[in-house]
């Protein structure tokens, strides 16, 4: 009862003040500078130079804003931009700017004077060496060997590090743009995209639906397209572009099951881009473009599970954003259960469900490093005065998963896909905060249902920490006789002692999921003896799928089986994706002869690294 209590009044209080929020679609943003209330930019047109030589971006980003309150000023948020000028109207009368208080992680207010009539502000601006968004490669960087390359990662807040904006995602808006590189090479961008060079050099983009800044996107470099069906295809360096055709030949298959699932797909194209190893992330869901790490490339399609996660960004966070990075789950979480049935449909339960015992060890792993106390195990976080990115974890991804799994469990599923069905139609191009959302469930999905409430406990899901006990999970393949019920009793079997019987675990232990499993749930500690027996049954060490090197280089780390070393200090040099190399560094430091190598290791691979990753490890190893 005690939930339930807590709950209903809650839901009271939050009508009232809902109401109030979806008058003006807009929730204050602790990681943003600017004031929409006031004054808000309703579209871009930019028009920009790439110079390689210099490593910068030059050029003018011209704003049509809504002045709402008619003020005097409206303010932008700067990371660090050289600003030459800013005028005001189509005849481009300047006027003054001021910059505010620069505050770590945010950068700095730019507030410009305008006159209550203003409708439209021109900024001329160059990038910063030091932007946060940008990467620029040289050629040795990259696949091909010959020529440079740019790519921009603005998830969280890093847009405003190439681009005066203002920089939430509560705050949406279309562009144009039109960039100039050299005519040797392609650009890119979140929007309508050329398939082959202009040989001036000179591209012209679109972007028709709003999205928020974190979603602007470009990337310059040798880059050629294949296409793959009718709305789908690849763009990647030459050399690699036709493995990445194979590796992602099903991506029609994939937008046709999600759009049975929660509707019509809106952005025209869905296609990828390739990027060098040095990208961050395993993908970023730029819309009509999904940049790609390609680390997923393992040449059996083992991996392309991230693609289903990257296409359902196009339905939660890109259809419907989080208004703020506090919300980061309706993002993450909700997209992860969309991933999970997207692969259901595509590659059959059994792979879904071994999926989703991965998810609830990470749920698990997480809120024991954080603690089963901690506030930043809520879903609702609170990353006020700190980096965002701090909630790139897996309380946004899999604790959010988790919610909606039980609330499926409680509703059914068919239920449950009519409501977030009908949750994207009405948010459509909208964003959303946790209290909007939990507000559209009260009012569409539990309806005042007591016992419906009671057994969803919504309150120690969203404003609790750890993970409540109602949690939903598939227990198929865990029971006696199912598949990762046998695979966990030879786990036990490999490592109790030697020699061992191999032809069970042959053919037990095929798929890379199995395999992944059976890594996951060995003892933390063995011997050499039995490192080296696993790695002759499975040649784990020179397994191409980065999800098993990860596992297993973590292994190979903790107990001193140096016949990975090579091809540790390798994986970490050439790749640069955040969360598989991170916790590698982790594993490392646990001893003072690891640490020192870490440093080693660290000191060659940082030039190939993004600034979001090397800012990262800087900070571990300091």
Known sequence: MKNLILFIPFLMMLSCKQKEQAASQLVEDPHSFSKPAIAVVEHLDLDIKVNFENQQISGKAVWKINNKAKSNEIIFDDGQLNISKITLGAEEKETTFTYGEEKEFLGRPLKVVITPETKLITIYYTTNAQASALQWLNPHQTAGKKRPYLFTQSESIAARSWIPCQDSPGIRFTYNATVSVPNDLLALMSAENPEVKNSKGIYHFKQIHPIPSYLLALAVGDIEFKAVDKRTGIYAEPSVLANAVYEFADMGKMVNAAEKLYGPYRWGRYDLLVLPPSFPFGGMENPNLTFITPTVIAGDRSLVSIISHELAHSWSGNLVTNATWNDFWLN??????????????????????????????????????????????????????????????????????????????????????????????????????????????????????????????????????????????????????????????????????????????????????????????????LSVEQMKFL???????????????????????????????????????????????????????????????AKEIYKKARPNYHPMTYMAIDKLLK
Not at 573 to 594: A, D, F, Q, S, V
């Open 332 to 525: 993450e979480g909700f997209t992860n259960y969309f991933e999970r049935r997207i692969d259901e449909a595509i590659f059959g339960k059994t792979e879904a469900q071994i999926q989703e015992e991965f998810a609830k060890k990470a749920l698990e792993d997480a809120v024991k490093e954080m603690g089963d106390t901690s506030k930043d195990t809520y879903l609702k976080t609170d990353y006020t005065g700190r980096n965002p990115d701090e909630g790139t974890n897996d309380i946004a991804y899999e604790k959010g998963y988790f919610f909606l799994r039980t609330i499926e469990e409680a509703v059914g599923r068919e239920k449950f896909d009519v409501f977030l069905r009908g949750y994207f139609d009405s948010h459509a191009f909208q964003s959303v905060s946790t209290e909007q959302f939990l507000l559209y469930l009260n009012e569409n999905l539990i309806k005042g249902n007591s016992d419906l409430e009671k057994k969803i406990r919504i309150n120690d899901w969203v404003y609790g920490p750890g993970i409540p006990s109602n949690i939903a999970y598939s227990k198929d393949l865990l029971s006696k006789g199912g598949k990762l019920w046998k695979i966990d009793g030879l786990v036990v079997s490999a490592t109790k002692g030697l020699p061992f019987d191999t032809s069970m675990l042959k053919r037990e232990i095929v798929t890379s999921n199995e395999k992944k499993f059976f890594i996951t749930y060995l003892p933390k500690k």
């Open 535 to 597: 790695d002759e049954q499975f040649n784990f060490t020179g397994s191409n799928n980065t999800d098993i090197q990860l596992l297993w280089y973590t292994m190979a780390i903790g107990n001193h089986y140096t016949v990975a070393d090579k091809r540790i200090e390798d994986y970490l040099i050439e790749n640069g994706r955040m969360w598989h190399i991170i916790p590698l560094y982790k594993e490392m430091m646990k001893t003072p002869e690891g640490l020192k190598r």
